[in-house]
């Protein structure tokens, strides 16, 4: 018997507000602050953690470090060819 894929739509709700809000701000974000505004849309820590390593693993977003100083930052982007022109 074989086994179909289970389905997640509150992981591709989730895929689809990231890119959303990394379009709104440009195609990059820092990582804390997506987190809180994702959080304050309802979903949790585990959902989020999910969507985005999918989203990793499927080249649509990328996390950067960013260093001032002593103090570093990560961000997340979209990857090259992904931010929709306004």
């Known amino acids: 018997m074989e086994t179909?894929?289970?389905?997640?739509?509150?992981?591709?709700g989730c895929k689809e507000a990231i890119l959303?809000?990394?379009e709104q701000h440009g195609?990059?974000?820092?990582?804390?602050?997506?987190?809180?505004?994702?959080?304050?849309?309802?979903?949790?820590?585990?959902?989020?953690?999910?969507?985005?390593?999918?989203?990793r693993k499927n080249r649509s977003i990328q996390l950067r470090a960013?260093?001032?100083g002593t103090s570093r930052c990560w961000f997340v982007a979209l990857c090259d060819g992904m931010v929709t022109p306004t």
């Open 4 to 12: 179909q894929p289970r389905q997640a739509p509150k992981r591709e």
């Open 20 to 22: 959303a809000l990394l």
């Open 27 to 55: 195609g990059e974000m820092p990582v804390k602050e997506l987190d809180a505004e994702m959080e304050e849309m309802g979903y949790s820590y585990r959902t989020l953690r999910r969507a985005k390593e999918e989203m």
């Open 66 to 68: 960013k260093t001032e």
